[in-house]
C-alpha cells in the first residue's frame, strides 16, 4: 500500500457539507474515506475526487456492527484517520405537539446517538494517529434553541456538548476536539421545494431576510477548525451573528428567531 500523508473520514459524504469538505480535503492531497447510507451520492462525490484518493463505506450511524465494518475498511484503505468529521445528520420541523413519533425517535437516533456510536468506533484509530481531531457538525440552532426545530436544537446542542466535553476528555490521548456551527448552508436540506408552496427553502429564507451561504464557505471552515485552537467555528455571518446575540443580547434573539419559525417547519420537511 502506496503510503498516505493524512487522511479524513467523512460520515454524511454523499452530499451536502461532507461532499464539499471531501473535495476541499482531497484538493490538498489528503485521502478521504466517505460514509452514508446513499451509495449513489457517495459514488458521485467519489468521481469529483482525484483517482485512487478515496474510499466508499456502506454506513449506518445507528449500526454499531455496520461502525466497526466501515472504521476497519478505512484503516486498511488509509492506515491513518487525522480526522474524523463527524458530520452525518437529519432535519424535521414542526410544533412539537404534532410531530410524529418516527421523525423525532430518526433524529435522535442518527443526530445524537449516531455521532456517539462514530466517536466511540473511531476513538483507536484516532489515538494511534497523531495530532489527531474529532470534527463535529452541530448547527446555529445549537447556539440557541430555535422554535419549532425544538428536537433538532436539541440534538445540536448535545453535539455541542460532546465535542465541548471531549476537548478536555481527549487531551490525554492527543486527540483535537472541534464543532463546526453553520448558519443556512445552501445544501440540500433547503434547495427543494418547501412543503405547502412553490419556492425553494431557500427562496423562502432569503426572502425572510435569513443569509443562505454557499456550500463552498465550509470546507475552509473545516480546515480552519481543525487546524485552530477554538473547540467551535461559527460558520457564516448568521451563525456569527448569533453566537454573539445568544451571549450578550439573548432577550433580542429570542424576539428575532420569532418570525422565522413558520417558514422554518414548511423548509425543513425531512431533508439535511
Known amino acids: 500500500m502506496t503510503e498516505i500523508c493524512k487522511s479524513i473520514f467523512i460520515t454524511g459524504g454523499a452530499s451536502g457539507l461532507g461532499r464539499e469538505v471531501a473535495r476541499y480535503f482531497a484538493e490538498r492531497g489528503w485521502f478521504v474515506g466517505l460514509a452514508d447510507i446513499d451509495d449513489r451520492g457517495m459514488a458521485e462525490t467519489a468521481a469529483?475526487?482525484?483517482?485512487?484518493?478515496?474510499?466508499?463505506?456502506h454506513l449506518n450511524v445507528t449500526d454499531r456492527a455496520q461502525w466497526k465494518a466501515a472504521v476497519a475498511e478505512f484503516a486498511a484503505a488509509a492506515g491513518r484517520m487525522d480526522v474524523f468529521f463527524n458530520n452525518a445528520g437529519?432535519?424535521?420541523?414542526?410544533?412539537?405537539?404534532?410531530?410524529e413519533d418516527a421523525d423525532i425517535d430518526a433524529m435522535i437516533a442518527i443526530n445524537l446517538t449516531g455521532v456517539i456510536n462514530g466517536t466511540r468506533a473511531c476513538f483507536d484509530l484516532l489515538k494511534a494517529t497523531p495530532g489527531s481531531c474529532v470534527l463535529y457538525t452541530a448547527s446555529a440552532a445549537g447556539i440557541y434553541g430555535i422554535a419549532d426545530l425544538s428536537?433538532?436544537?436539541?440534538?445540536?446542542?448535545?453535539?455541542?456538548?460532546?465535542?465541548?466535553?471531549?476537548d478536555i476528555e481527549f487531551r490525554r490521548h492527543g486527540i483535537k476536539s472541534r464543532c463546526l456551527m453553520p448558519g443556512f448552508i445552501d445544501?440540500?436540506?433547503?434547495?427543494?421545494?418547501?412543503?405547502?408552496?412553490?419556492?425553494?427553502?431557500?427562496?423562502?429564507?432569503?426572502?425572510?431576510g435569513v443569509i443562505v451561504s454557499p456550500v463552498s464557505i465550509i470546507g475552509p471552515a473545516a480546515w480552519a477548525a481543525v487546524h485552530g485552537n477554538k473547540v467551535h467555528t461559527p460558520v457564516n455571518k448568521m451563525a456569527k451573528q448569533m453566537a454573539f446575540a445568544a451571549r450578550w443580547m439573548?432577550?433580542?434573539?429570542?424576539?428575532?428567531?420569532?418570525?422565522?419559525?413558520?417558514?422554518?417547519?414548511?423548509?425543513?420537511a425531512g431533508r439535511d
Open 48 to 57: 469529483m475526487l482525484p483517482a485512487g484518493q478515496s474510499s466508499v463505506h
Open 151 to 166: 428536537v433538532y436544537s436539541a440534538t445540536k446542542f448535545a453535539v455541542r456538548g460532546l465535542a465541548e466535553s471531549h
Open 90 to 99: 437529519i432535519g424535521k420541523g414542526g410544533p412539537i405537539e404534532t410531530m
Open 250 to 268: 439573548p432577550g433580542k434573539l429570542r424576539k428575532q428567531k420569532v418570525s422565522l419559525t413558520g417558514d422554518l417547519t414548511n423548509i425543513l
Open 187 to 208: 445544501t440540500n436540506i433547503i434547495s427543494g421545494v418547501a412543503e405547502g408552496s412553490n419556492r425553494s427553502g431557500k427562496e423562502m429564507l432569503e426572502s425572510s
